[in-house]
């Protein structure tokens, strides 16, 4: 669906997916056709369908670069698709071109979350302070580490709007993988919002969720909830797994609960972020987290099957 206008300038048209795919942010030139993040793999087709009932709605033909703002599967899933229909050009965070290059799979993290991403190629890079033309207008790349260490914002300051990606949602922001895993993550957070902050974008459009131009209480509520997990990191740790485990439903659709232990385990990141912060045995933490899923209305439990709510 096309979300909400709130003033975008007209060489810009967005698509609010949901939370399996991405958004999708489309820019109109003269001369070139530019998308933002591109979906799960899963929504490839509608994916296609959906940029191209906009092309033709626009009376253009194609899709002339493609551009990530972080390479989380959500927001690439669908890159392969896109370059085999278009050609497009594609631009990647330069943090992570090395891995994409030798598509390690554990760097770019789909083997860690059990996650899947066709392997796609690159034309180019992209990182903090690089200048990009799209829809006739000059956008910055800012970095926008902590939900995912190499991620980047795009902000256009003549309009003030601010493509944030998972960096900056309406009610928070994405989890903080990094600290799963051992690595640091809340200082980067708070250093990205406090760039945010500093840039005061009149609009942003996030990378789930409507685009919002009640941009001051937003940032409020995001350093309180970032202030809640710092102060105790299991809290992290919980709605991380929580969140994988919503993923892996969204994309099934249904699970059988006598699966859902042994699956867990396999998912490399789920294991460490249980041996870290939850230590629970695998049953426990299946039923922990199946209750939890249920206890938010995020899922249901009939039939012998954890089910999509």
């Not at 899963?42 to 626009?58: D, G, I, N, P």
């Not at 990530?68 to 927001?75: I, P, Q």
């Not at 990009?132 to 300051?157: I, K, N, T």
Request: hydrophobic share 45%.
């Amino acid at each position: 669906m096309n979300a909400p206008a709130l003033c975008l300038p007209p060489s810009m048209h967005v698509l609010e997916r949901g939370w399996l795919s991405a958004n999708n942010v489309l820019f109109f030139g003269r001369d070139q056709v530019a998308m933002v993040d591109s979906g799960y793999v899963t929504h490839s087709e509608q994916t296609l369908t959906l940029v191209h009932h906009v092309l033709q709605a626009r009376q253009r033909s194609g899709l002339d670069l493609l551009l990530n703002t972080h390479l989380h599967s959500d927001h690439c899933g669908a890159n392969a698709a896109l370059q085999a229909r278009y050609r497009c050009r594609t631009l990647i965070p330069a943090g992570e071109a090395d891995a994409v290059r030798h598509w390690d799979e554990t760097a770019l993290s789909y083997r860690a979350t059990g996650q899947q991403c066709p392997r796609f190629f690159f034309d180019g890079v992209i990182g903090h302070g690089d200048r990009l033309r799209l829809g006739e207008l000059d956008w910055q790349a800012l970095a926008a580490p902590g939900h995912d260490p190499h991620s980047v914002m795009l902000y256009c300051a003549s309009e003030g709007i601010l493509v944030s990606a998972d960096a900056f949602w309406r009610d928070g922001f994405g989890v903080v993988f990094p600290e799963l895993d051992g690595e640091a993550g809340f200082d980067e957070v708070r250093a990205t919002l406090e760039l945010i902050r500093t840039v005061a974008p009149r609009l942003v459009i996030p990378g789930h969720g409507a685009p919002f131009d009640d941009v001051d209480p937003a940032l409020a509520r995001a350093f309180s909830r970032l202030d809640y997990l710092q102060a105790d990191p299991l809290r992290n740790a919980r709605n991380g797994i929580k969140v994988l485990l919503k993923f892996l439903l969204l994309e099934r659709q249904r699970i059988a609960l006598d699966d859902l232990p042994a699956m867990m385990r396999d998912i490399p990141l789920l294991k460490i972020a249980n041996a870290r912060f939850m230590q629970m045995s695998d049953e426990a933490l299946a039923r922990w987290a199946a209750a939890q899923l249920e206890r938010a209305g995020a899922a249901r439990c009939r039939g012998g099957y954890l089910l999509d709510a």
